[in-house]
């Protein structure tokens, strides 16, 4: 158990549609990071977040979207769903001085139908 | 572009033999590189980093090697056993430690055979 927690673990959804995901981070870790890892790619580098400020942007679409609240946990917002949009989405967060070593929580699996 | 290669999308091996992964990265800017072991239904598992400062890390039954000259580090773990089965991925970053966006290479699936 990496400490880091993700709600709902599956997402079934239909195109079109708005999910929202949500992230705890490790207890006094600041930063979130989000990734995604669709079934014919690794792991893709979505958005950081670190106490509240948005801190690193990577391969995330306009229709995404992302915020940490005071209580430093994490949401991922999706919208206008299209297939291709399933996937596993992974919350991490590291701690203040090794913010390289990212612990995983468990993901979230999306299905766009 | 995929900045971090690891070539070789699965390995088995014999129990208690050595296990050796392999990756290979583009950006001379990076600086900082990790392996990752994943389980099925799990989010990956931090293994082992090294700066690119050192060529060599060591923890435990795992040592990680660096040779910046060819872009290219590797993951030995002596002697396999069977729970070393999973797949591991390769990271690496800019900036050192602080750096904050980690570039993942696709995986490698090892399987420890008894």
């Known amino acids: 158990d990496s400490g880091v927690t993700q709600t709902p673990k599956h997402l079934i959804t239909a195109t079109g549609q708005r999910v929202t995901l949500r992230c705890s981070p490790r207890?006094?870790?600041?930063?979130v990071y989000w990734y995604q890892q669709s079934l014919d790619q690794g792991l893709q580098f979505l958005i950081q977040y670190y106490n509240g400020e948005e801190r690193a942007k990577g391969n995330i679409l306009e229709r995404f979207s992302a915020q940490q609240f005071p209580d430093l946990h994490s949401e991922l917002n999706l919208s206008s769903l299209e297939l291709g949009d399933s996937a596993l989405y992974f919350c991490?967060?590291?701690?203040?001085?090794?913010?390289?070593?990212?612990?995983f929580g468990p993901g979230t699996r999306l299905t766009v139908t | 572009d995929q900045q971090v290669k690891q070539n070789s999308p699965s390995l088995s091996v014999q129990e208690g033999r050595i296990s050796i992964l392999n990756c290979d990265y583009t950006n001379s800017m990076f600086d900082y590189f990790l392996w990752y072991k994943k389980y099925p239904a799990e989010g990956p598992t931090f293994l082992i980093s090294i700066s690119s400062i050192k060529d060599k890390n060591e923890d435990g039954r795992f040592t990680v090697f660096l040779n910046k000259s060819a872009k290219h580090l590797s993951l030995h773990i002596v002697p396999s056993q069977p729970g070393d089965s999973a797949v591991y991925f390769c990271?690496?970053?800019?900036?050192?430690?602080?750096?904050?966006?980690?570039?993942f290479g696709q995986g490698t699936r090892l399987t420890i055979n008894p």
């Open positions: 990271a690496a970053s800019e900036g050192g430690k602080g750096a904050q966006k980690l570039v």
């Open positions: 991490a967060s590291s701690p203040q001085n090794r913010l390289g070593e990212q612990y």
């Open positions: 207890s006094g870790d600041l930063s």
